[in-house]
């Protein structure tokens, strides 16, 4: 049986040189709410002294520069071996590496930011917890995630046909609930209309790991 993981680790190989054309060179010039959200939690996380943070689900490597931009010592991980091929090519100064968000090759509590950055969208809601887990388990104390993903005003997921592979929309406020069950406490939230034409809301949740 083909778990989720497997589907969007083959999806997302299948559509590498697609999704770096769209991707890869951008800062996020059309996406002044995401662009802004990163640039705080940078700036967070450079304030609590430890810069090493880690950009998981990093496609082709695009916000892992960015972090890199901001003066944090950042390194990409991605399921999908395409992606990190590529994201290891266009940006050869900085570290990538294939791995599950489920299962991080990352010591416990010595990162001082994760940025996941619509990377759990494909993650079923049964599932959720125990990734969310895993994202604090490599957190240091004070240490931050930045969550980005697909929102609703709806009281629960919604699944949805994404253009590479099955995702959910979630409520703000029911991911800031999972974020605190995780052992976070949540410093800011945002939901807002997407600049582009999918027709989602995005939402952004930043915790800090007490």
Known sequence: MVNHQDETK?????????YAAMFADQRLETQPFARNMIGTFAELVRGTGNLRAADVGC???????MLDDFGLDAFG???????????RQSHPALRFGEARMEALPVKDGVLGGVL??????HTPPDELPALLAELVR???P???LLLSFFGT??????RFDHKVAPAYNWPVELMAESLAGAGLVTVAR????PASERGFLDAHVLARRP
Do not use: K, Q
């Open 116 to 121: 996941a950055h619509y990377s759990v969208i």
């Open 10 to 18: 083959a999806a997302y190989d299948g559509v590498v040189e697609v």
């Open 59 to 65: 496609g082709p490597g695009h916000l892992t520069a």
């Open 77 to 87: 991980l991605d399921l999908s071996p395409a992606m990190v091929a590529h994201a």
């Open 190 to 193: 945002l939901l807002h209309d």
């Open 142 to 144: 004070e240490g931050l």
């Open 153 to 158: 005003e709806g009281p629960e997921p919604v």
């Open 138 to 140: 490599v957190l240091a």
